[in-house]
């Protein structure tokens, strides 16, 4: 296995665009000792019962395009190998991170609802009983269909949508929505359980609002 040393400096050669065929060699070990990590945690995941989707590893062009968006080492990237789950509601995704810290002791929890990153909403954890890290996204219906309709906005309007940037009209459009879902979850979490009906009326609007837009804009492709 590589060492740390070894990998940082291929990722510089990396993010420069300077790969050797014994650089590419040695990235695809890299990226395999991710998705060995990635597939040891899916499948604890799904033996505690969670429907598990996920990327056993990030392709080589997302590597560069993080390394050189944050400036940062590949020792650093933690999310390599990732996976996903979604539940149903914000009661449920509280319950199921209380799960996760359970079966991964010692995991880091990343809390993006108390700080979204550009309006993206989730709680993230970073395994740490794996060669490599890998990180498990703990979404919301509501927070999943916000990530599924930035990441349209941004395969039709640019990347730079998902981080901050973009017209002032899709930053309000997206900015909008995940307040929305804050609020709509807030209540579920803390509000006053006789708003149920309502709350649950709430949470369809913008469920299919944000599906119906998705959808125009594959039509759109």
């Given at each position: ?88 509601d ?25 700080a ?24 919301t219906?509501?927070?999943h ?77």
């Amino acid at each position: 296995m590589l060492s740390k040393s070894q990998v940082d400096r291929l990722g510089e050669r990396l993010k420069q665009g300077t790969l050797s065929e014994d650089d590419l060699r040695l990235l695809d070990d890299y990226r395999r000792t991710a998705s060995t990590a990635y597939d040891s945690v899916s499948e604890r995941l799904r033996h505690f019962g969670f429907q598990v989707t996920g990327r056993p590893a990030k392709a080589t062009q997302s590597i560069r395009a993080k390394l050189r968006r944050e400036h940062c080492r590949l020792t650093q990237i933690q999310d390599i190998a990732g996976c996903r789950i979604v539940v149903g509601d914000a009661r449920d995704q509280e319950m199921a991170a209380a799960r996760i810290e359970q079966i991964f002791p010692g995991c880091r929890k990343h809390d993006r609802r108390v700080a979204p990153s550009f309006g993206y909403r989730a709680i993230h954890f970073v395994t740490a009983d794996q060669p490599l890290p890998v990180e498990i996204q703990l979404r919301t219906a509501l927070q999943h269909q916000w990530a599924e309709f930035s990441e349209k906005l941004s395969d039709r309007y640019g990347l730079e949508v998902k981080y901050g940037g973009g017209s002032e009209s899709l930053k309000e459009r997206l900015m909008g929505a995940s307040i929305l879902v804050a609020q709509i979850e807030a209540v579920e979490l803390y509000g006053d359980r006789s708003l149920v009906e309502q709350l649950r009326a709430m949470r369809n609007d913008l469920l299919n609002g944000l599906r119906t837009a998705a959808a125009e804009l594959d039509k759109e492709q």
